[in-house]
Structures are given as C-alpha cells and as structure tokens.
C-alpha cells in the first residue's frame, strides 16, 4: 500500500525558514515524480512544486519560485521542501503526492499524504 | 489564483444527480490537457476520483463519471448519498509561462 507521511510543518516568523520532508512506502520511490501541493486555511488546492523521477528537473510556482527549493533522496525514499523567505501567505497545509501520467502534460497526483501544517506568523 | 473556475457549491437529494462544472482557457483545457479530478472529504487529504478525463481509479463507485469539451470539463454524481458530501475540485496543466499544474477553485456538494 502507498503511504506518505510529511513531517516538519510548525510556527515561523515571516522572513524565517522550514525544511519539510515526506517518507514514501509501498512502492519504488524512484518510479515517479513527487510533487508538493499546499492548501491555505478555508482555501483551494495550489501547486507549489514537482521534481521528476531522477532529482534533476525540478518545477515551481510562479508564487514561491526563488524561495523555495524541491529535493528528494531515492536511497531514502524521501522528498524535501526547504521553505526560506517565508511571508503570511505561505501559511497552508503542505501535501506531498505521487504524480502519475506519462508525461509532464498528463501528470495528476494519484497518492497523498496527510498533510503538515505550516504557519507563518510574528 | 485559480484559472480553472468552478461553482462554489451545488447540492441535491439523496439519490439525485449533480454536475460540477470546470472552466479554463485556451492555455490549460482548451489546448487539450486532460482534466483530473479530486474529492475531499472535511478533515482529510485530497483523494483522486477521476483521471484522464473519464477514468475511474480502482475503488472509486460508477456514480463518478467525468467529460471534457472544448475549454470546460465536468463532473457528475449519480445517485447522490450522504457520504458524497465533501469539496471537489478540478486539476489540469497549464501551458502559459513556464507552465504548471492548476486547480479549479473548488466546489462544496452538498446532500440535502
């Protein structure tokens, strides 16, 4: 069975840093591209970012680009998020999931996790 | 943010059929990307419930069914229960810019 697990949400100051992980298990971590997806309190699903299969493409959305940074570790079986320059707005529950598709253009995200919550605040 | 637009809300008897509409442009659906689709029940992580358009993952009841023309893409819900109350939303790639993967803006069910 598929499971994700995100770790690492909690209270930062704006302008302060957060490193997010998510364990993946039940299925061959290097199979598949990994992707972040965030959800701010009372609001809608928003793409933060994707890494493919092998670690070297990585995609962002236009609102974190330059802030946040994607990685993975397929020897253990584990996605990052380091969040810097962190602003009010980046306050969300952060989901890590399993892109499925053939191509970049078909992707979807057919596993998630359960969510970690991050909130920025003074 | 959103570029894919939903209605707020739709809602209807148990046993009714709802339909939850998904509106793009000529960058995201109307270019011909498929159009995925979520079902999130309150206090839970986003489940997928339609991929590819049509498809139904394993586990997911027939009630579900999805259709994509044109610019828009819609959702519909036969036979509504109680359990099928929860947010839906739509998800699709968008071409514009460095391009990316967008939601729709979320629609609540609601079973009356």
């Known amino acids: 069975e598929v499971h994700l697990l995100e770790s690492g949400g909690g209270l930062v100051q704006p302008g302060g840093s957060l490193r997010l992980s998510c364990a993946a298990s039940?299925?061959?971590?290097?199979?598949?591209?990994v992707s972040w997806v965030r959800q701010g309190p009372g609001k809608g699903l928003e793409w933060v970012s994707t890494v493919s299969n092998g670690g070297g493409s990585t995609y962002y959305a236009d609102s974190v680009k330059g802030r946040f940074t994607i990685s993975r570790d397929n020897s253990k079986n584990t996605l990052y998020l380091q969040m810097n320059s962190l602003r009010a707005e980046d306050t969300a529950v952060y989901y890590c999931?399993?892109?499925?598709?053939?191509?970049?253009?078909?992707?979807?995200?057919?596993?998630w996790g359960q969510g970690t919550l991050a909130t920025v605040s003074s | 943010q959103s570029v894919l637009t939903q209605p707020p809300s739709v809602s209807g008897a148990p046993g009714q059929r709802v339909t939850i509409s998904c509106t793009g442009s000529s960058s995201n659906i109307g270019t011909g990307y498929d159009v995925h689709w979520y079902q999130q029940l309150p206090g839970t992580a986003p489940k997928l419930l339609i991929y590819?358009?049509?498809n139904r993952p394993s586990g997911v009841p027939d009630r579900f069914s999805g259709s994509k023309s044109g610019t828009s893409a819609s959702l519909a819900i036969t036979g509504l229960q109680a359990e099928d109350e929860a947010d839906y939303y739509c998800q699709s790639y968008d071409s514009s810019l460095s391009g990316s993967y967008v939601f729709g803006t979320g629609t609540k069910v609601t079973v009356l």
């Open positions: 590819g358009n049509t």
């Open positions: 999931a399993r892109n499925s598709g053939i191509n970049r253009g078909e992707w979807f995200f057919d596993y």
């Open positions: 039940g299925f061959t971590f290097s199979c598949c591209a």
